[in-house]
Protein backbone atom coordinates (compact mmCIF):
# COMPACT_ATOMS: atom_id res chain seq x y z
CA UNK A 1 0.00 0.00 0.00
CA UNK A 2 1.42 3.79 -0.79
CA UNK A 3 0.68 6.59 0.63
CA UNK A 4 0.94 9.84 -1.80
CA UNK A 5 1.78 13.26 -0.62
CA UNK A 6 -0.52 14.23 2.82
CA UNK A 7 -3.61 13.29 0.96
CA UNK A 8 -4.14 9.66 1.28
CA UNK A 9 -4.74 7.38 -1.67
CA UNK A 10 -4.21 4.14 -1.51
CA UNK A 11 -2.96 1.98 -4.12
CA UNK A 12 -3.49 -2.32 -3.34
CA UNK A 13 -2.98 -5.27 -4.90
CA UNK A 14 -6.49 -6.57 -5.11
CA UNK A 15 -6.28 -10.12 -7.79
CA UNK A 16 -10.09 -11.20 -6.60
CA UNK A 17 -11.53 -7.57 -7.75
CA UNK A 18 -13.92 -7.43 -9.91
CA UNK A 19 -12.05 -7.27 -13.14
CA UNK A 20 -9.99 -10.30 -12.30
CA UNK A 21 -6.06 -10.59 -12.61
CA UNK A 22 -6.36 -8.38 -15.57
CA UNK A 23 -6.62 -5.45 -14.02
CA UNK A 24 -5.61 -5.98 -9.67
CA UNK A 25 -4.53 -3.06 -8.92
CA UNK A 26 -7.37 -1.02 -6.83
CA UNK A 27 -6.41 3.19 -6.46
CA UNK A 28 -8.64 4.63 -4.02
CA UNK A 29 -9.05 7.77 -2.93
CA UNK A 30 -11.29 7.95 0.69
CA UNK A 31 -11.44 12.10 0.34
CA UNK A 32 -13.33 11.94 -2.62
CA UNK A 33 -15.06 9.03 -2.01
CA UNK A 34 -16.74 11.13 1.17
CA UNK A 35 -17.78 13.66 -1.59
CA UNK A 36 -19.17 11.42 -3.93
CA UNK A 37 -17.04 11.67 -6.59
CA UNK A 38 -16.97 8.67 -9.06
CA UNK A 39 -13.18 9.46 -9.63
CA UNK A 40 -12.60 8.19 -6.19
CA UNK A 41 -11.64 4.68 -7.23
CA UNK A 42 -10.12 2.76 -10.12
CA UNK A 43 -8.49 -0.27 -11.25
CA UNK A 44 -4.99 -0.60 -13.31
CA UNK A 45 -3.04 -3.55 -14.92
CA UNK A 46 0.27 -2.90 -13.50
CA UNK A 47 1.78 -1.25 -10.29
CA UNK A 48 3.29 1.82 -12.26
CA UNK A 49 0.06 2.13 -13.79
CA UNK A 50 -2.06 2.37 -10.98
CA UNK A 51 0.42 5.14 -9.08
CA UNK A 52 0.91 7.33 -12.56
CA UNK A 53 -3.46 7.10 -12.27
CA UNK A 54 -2.82 8.28 -8.40
CA UNK A 55 -0.65 11.07 -9.19
CA UNK A 56 -2.79 12.34 -11.55
CA UNK A 57 -5.45 12.27 -9.46
CA UNK A 58 -3.70 14.31 -6.48
CA UNK A 59 -2.78 17.04 -9.52
CA UNK A 60 -6.46 17.23 -10.89
CA UNK A 61 -8.32 17.09 -7.45
CA UNK A 62 -5.87 17.62 -5.04
CA UNK A 63 -3.67 20.01 -4.01
CA UNK A 64 -0.01 19.82 -3.05
CA UNK A 65 1.02 22.27 -0.70
CA UNK A 66 -1.83 21.57 1.99
CA UNK A 67 -4.12 19.68 3.59
CA UNK A 68 -7.94 20.29 3.43
CA UNK A 69 -6.91 23.63 2.79
CA UNK A 70 -4.55 24.19 5.99
CA UNK A 71 -1.29 23.87 5.28
CA UNK A 72 1.65 24.07 8.09
CA UNK A 73 3.30 27.42 9.11
CA UNK A 74 5.57 26.28 12.00
CA UNK A 75 5.35 26.24 15.47
CA UNK A 76 5.05 29.02 17.99
CA UNK A 77 6.67 28.89 21.76
CA UNK A 78 3.49 30.25 23.36
CA UNK A 79 0.58 28.43 20.84
CA UNK A 80 2.19 25.56 19.22
CA UNK A 81 2.17 24.33 15.88
CA UNK A 82 0.52 26.30 13.65
CA UNK A 83 -0.99 26.53 10.19
CA UNK A 84 -2.50 28.71 7.46
CA UNK A 85 -4.62 29.04 4.59
CA UNK A 86 -3.52 27.60 1.72
CA UNK A 87 -3.58 30.22 -0.85
CA UNK A 88 -3.41 28.31 -3.61
CA UNK A 89 -6.93 26.82 -2.69
CA UNK A 90 -8.67 29.64 -1.13
CA UNK A 91 -9.00 33.43 -1.58
CA UNK A 92 -6.12 35.55 0.04
CA UNK A 93 -7.85 37.52 3.23
CA UNK A 94 -8.10 41.22 2.58
CA UNK A 95 -7.70 42.26 6.65
CA UNK A 96 -4.74 40.11 6.83
CA UNK A 97 -3.09 39.82 3.68
CA UNK A 98 -3.00 35.75 4.21
CA UNK A 99 -0.54 36.77 7.10
CA UNK A 100 -2.97 35.02 9.82
CA UNK A 101 -2.13 31.34 11.26
CA UNK A 102 -4.30 29.14 13.30
CA UNK A 103 -3.40 27.21 16.47
CA UNK A 104 -3.61 23.60 16.17
CA UNK A 105 -3.86 22.88 19.54
CA UNK A 106 -7.40 25.28 20.44
CA UNK A 107 -11.04 24.88 19.38
CA UNK A 108 -11.65 28.34 20.51
CA UNK A 109 -10.36 32.28 20.82
CA UNK A 110 -11.22 31.88 24.16
CA UNK A 111 -9.11 28.84 24.95
CA UNK A 112 -6.46 30.65 23.24
CA UNK A 113 -6.52 33.57 25.37
CA UNK A 114 -6.65 32.04 28.64
CA UNK A 115 -3.74 29.77 27.88
CA UNK A 116 -1.66 32.72 26.29
CA UNK A 117 -2.51 34.94 29.96
CA UNK A 118 -0.27 32.78 31.89
CA UNK A 119 2.26 34.61 29.62
CA UNK A 120 1.22 37.73 29.72
CA UNK A 121 0.61 38.07 26.24
CA UNK A 122 -2.99 38.78 23.87
CA UNK A 123 -3.47 37.15 20.73
CA UNK A 124 -4.92 40.11 18.20
CA UNK A 125 -7.08 38.20 15.89
CA UNK A 126 -7.59 39.24 12.00
CA UNK A 127 -11.35 40.57 11.36
CA UNK A 128 -11.43 39.09 8.37
CA UNK A 129 -10.41 35.74 8.79
CA UNK A 130 -10.09 35.12 12.77
CA UNK A 131 -6.50 34.03 12.30
CA UNK A 132 -4.02 34.89 14.96
CA UNK A 133 -1.66 38.25 13.63
CA UNK A 134 0.43 39.21 16.47
CA UNK A 135 0.75 38.58 20.12
CA UNK A 136 1.11 41.61 22.35
CA UNK A 137 1.99 41.75 26.28
CA UNK A 138 -0.83 42.55 28.58
CA UNK A 139 1.36 44.65 30.41
CA UNK A 140 1.36 48.22 29.73
CA UNK A 141 4.65 49.02 31.55
CA UNK A 142 5.97 46.15 29.39
CA UNK A 143 5.31 47.74 25.67
CA UNK A 144 6.95 51.22 26.70
Keep these: MSVLHQQR ?7 QSFFGPERPWDTFCPRCSDLGLAEAH ?3 ATWTEAITKADNHLRHYHCRYCIETQKPAGRCDYMGELFERCPLCQPVCKGCDGLAVYPANYNTPSELSADLTVFGLGPIFCPGCA ?12 IS
Excluded: F, K, Q, T
Design 9 to 15: IRVSYNP
Design 42 to 44: GVS
Design 131 to 142: GVISLIPLDPEA
